[in-house]
């Protein structure tokens, strides 16, 4: 009897022995089956390069290699003199550029005032200037009359002296006949002087008069001419505004220069690679440090091919990282367009006569959960071992 008891005891005992064995046989498949793992994942992350916008002499360097910064806070100062001057001298400019543009703006209702009051003017000298030339005239043809009757009454006076002279010869006449003849013939020919005098002045008078008139006429041309003076003087104001412009453009640019004396950390990190020293000349662009903003790291994750067929973008996933023997919660945040092979520099062309197939590699990101460490030790480049759960 015992040695039946004992038979079927380890009968059971065997039973069980296999079903714990299939039961944790299945749990470990399932559990295999809803993981996919890779030991070909790094940490990665942004790795930003710090370099001047301008150029100088450095005057003070503030941080050490792997020194830990905040945003905003100061890393390099080059010595400022010279843009402190290009200031002064783009504020002087732009404060020139100012006062021009003030007397550019005053000169336009000036020239306009003046263009319409000069033209009116012009205009009322030119019709003086024309009734003044039209009595000169109208004094010509007076004088020319008056010098044509005066002729007239000289020759007749001359005539009447010659008959009565011939009378006087034979005593036919008296003697003072023959005197107060000879006197109105003097007279006569006093007054054909004294209007041939009038003429001459008469047409003196004309000559001013026409002149005055091609004067006015010329002035007339001039003020009409003031609208383009006017646009001139609006083309000027234009000129100067431009130039207010430029020269307010120049001095941001010289204020911006010179606030770029200061270069601070433009996100917070850990400064590596410094290679910059006081008294050192820098030129712009020129590499100074590094700067790596650990609080936004990642992890890329080289799944092969054949693992990718149920892994998607919001799964979690779970990170070991080598250095630290510690596991990282995550997700899946997306999945690389191609596989790696073709993003290197010479990415490999399968369509050869020796074609061998080989899976490849396609790099999946996967961003750890916010709050889990603030102070990591977490670098981009180590190791880590990546776990997607595609369940």
Do not use: C
Request: aromatic fraction near 4%.
């Amino acid at each position: 009897m015992n040695r039946i008891w004992g038979s079927q005891r380890t009968r059971w005992l065997l039973l069980v022995a296999v079903l714990l064995l299939t039961a944790a046989g299945v749990l470990t498949w399932r559990h295999l089956a809803s993981r996919e793992t890779t030991d070909d994942a790094q940490i990665d992350g942004t790795i930003l390069s710090i370099a001047p916008r301008i150029g100088g002499m450095v005057t003070a360097v503030d941080v050490r290699s792997n020194q830990r910064v905040e945003e905003g806070a100061e890393l390099v100062t080059i010595d400022p003199a010279d843009y402190r001057i290009a200031v002064e001298r783009a504020e002087a400019e732009y404060e020139a550029a100012q006062g021009a543009l003030e007397g550019a703006r005053a000169g336009v209702p000036l020239t306009s005032r003046a263009t319409a009051s000069g033209l009116a003017t012009a205009r009322a000298d030119l019709a003086s200037a024309r009734s003044a030339e039209g009595s000169a005239e109208r004094e010509i043809a007076a004088a020319r009359a008056r010098l044509d009757a005066e002729t007239a009454r000289a020759q007749q006076a001359k005539d009447d002296l010659s008959r009565l002279g011939m009378l006087v010869a034979k005593q036919e006449v008296a003697q003072q006949q023959y005197d107060t003849a000879k006197s109105r013939a003097t007279a006569a020919e006093a007054a054909v002087t004294e209007a041939e005098q009038q003429v001459a002045i008469a047409e003196s008078h004309e000559r001013q008069a026409a002149s005055a008139v091609q004067s006015a006429m010329a002035a007339v041309d001039k003020a009409e001419a003031g609208p383009q003076e006017v646009t001139v003087s609006k083309g000027r104001r234009s000129s100067a505004e431009a130039q207010v412009k430029q020269a307010k453009a120049a001095l941001d640019k010289a204020r911006l220069d010179l606030s770029r004396t200061r270069i601070t950390a433009p996100v917070a990190g850990v400064i590596s690679k410094k290679s910059v020293e006081v008294g050192e000349i820098v030129r712009p662009e020129q590499p100074l440090m590094a700067l790596v903003p650990l609080a936004d790291v990642w992890v890329t994750a080289n799944f092969k091919e054949t693992q990718l067929r149920r892994m998607r973008p919001g799964q979690r996933a779970e990170v070991s990282v080598d250095a630290y023997g510690r596991t990282y919660s995550g997700k899946v945040e997306s999945i690389a367009p191609a596989t790696g092979a073709k993003f290197s520099l010479l990415p490999p062309e399968n369509a050869s006569g020796n074609f061998v197939k080989v899976v490849q590699r396609v790099p999946v990101r996967i961003v750890l959960d916010a709050g889990q460490d603030p102070d990591h030790l977490l670098r981009p480049g180590m190791s880590v071992e990546a776990t997607v759960l595609v369940h």
